[in-house]
């Protein structure tokens, strides 16, 4: 295996971003779009917040009122779009997005902003610059396993893509964040890192890359939640990946390109099965 991790790291790419990626550019293939103007850009976002939301609502992520997504703005970094308040997922659209600012304002949209949501994520975008895009809902599988306290084990190639790249964050463990400060908090303690597992809260996923991404490592977390209790609710020890068979499989299977990539299908399908989301 480590001649194999060795050859491996000693591939020529050529330019490409993933061994996925063709070498032949004519074949049919997913590239990362071009903007000419922010305006263009900003459109792109909002299309790939909603196709988020939406997304979660297909994997019936919605527990009321909670759960929200934020992409920063391209022209504005100060500020970010987000889901409206008590609007199930399945109905977000390009037109009741919100445009808030790290205070809570809303600076465009007519709808509220979810308190609880503008305390987390305004704080986190404002301490972490870097991070672009931020995914958060009270799913079942996840929201138990942080009642653990634990992080994942590499149990799987899908595990693997979590390993060293996730934290098990205690500060305001189980309290609803309505404050600033718990915000701030929270945002301090926040690692270079693509997922939190929010003790007796939640998942949390961030990207630096697209909301593309923070969508579908949000999808894989909850995923790979649920598969670690199965494995440990038969009471038998499973094989773990040794830490460098799991660094090797993250790095393949891992990065914000890969999440980006592999949120594409459920874009197409979005795109053509629920055009009102453009409305």
């Given at each position: ?15 490409r ?7 032949d ?5 997913p ?10 850009e ?6 790939r ?6 997304a ?5 992520f ?5 759960g ?7 022209e504005?970094?100060?500020l970010?779009w ?15 997005l919100i ?5 809570g304002?809303?600076?465009?949209g ?8 503008f ?6 975008h404002e ?5 672009l895009?931020?995914?958060h ?12 306290g ?10 693997a ?13 189980g309290?609803?964040a ?7 908090n929270?945002?301090?303690s ?11 809260h939640g ?6 890359h697209?909301?593309e991404?923070a969508?579908?490592?949000f999808?894989?977390?909850?995923r790979?939640?649920?598969?670690q209790?199965?494995?440990e ?12 068979v ?26 053509e ?7």
């Amino acid at each position: 295996m480590a001649e194999v991790m060795e050859r491996d790291s000693k591939l020529d790419l050529g330019g490409r971003e993933s061994i996925y990626q063709p070498e032949d550019q004519s074949q049919i293939f997913p590239y990362q779009p071009k903007f000419n103007s922010f305006a263009e850009e900003r459109q792109h976002l909002k299309e790939r917040l909603v196709a988020a939301c939406r997304a979660f609502a297909l994997e019936k992520f919605d527990y009321g009122f909670a759960g929200h997504l934020t992409i920063r703005d391209p022209e504005h970094p100060n500020l970010y779009w987000t889901n409206p308040m008590a609007v199930h997922f399945d109905q977000v659209k390009v037109s009741n997005l919100i445009l808030a600012d790290h205070e809570g304002n809303v600076v465009e949209g007519k709808h509220a902003l979810n308190r609880a949501g503008f305390v987390l994520h305004a704080a986190v975008h404002e301490k972490h610059p870097d991070i672009l895009a931020m995914c958060h809902a009270h799913t079942v599988y996840g929201t138990a396993f942080a009642a653990l306290g634990k992080p994942l084990d590499p149990i799987s190639q899908d595990a693997a893509a979590f390993f060293e790249d996730h934290m098990v964050m205690a500060e305001q463990a189980g309290q609803v964040a309505v404050e600033d400060n718990a915000g701030y908090n929270f945002a301090g303690s926040l690692k270079k890192v693509k997922g939190v597992i929010h003790r007796n809260h939640g998942l949390i996923t961030m990207s630096r890359h697209s909301i593309e991404a923070a969508a579908f490592w949000f999808i894989a977390l909850e995923r790979c939640c649920k598969q670690q209790m199965m494995v440990e609710a038969t009471g038998i020890k499973p094989n773990l990946l040794s830490p460098e068979v799991a660094r090797y499989s993250r790095e393949h299977v891992g990065s914000e390109y890969i999440g980006w990539l592999h949120f594409q299908p459920i874009w197409g399908y979005l795109k053509e099965n629920q055009p009102d989301m453009f409305t």
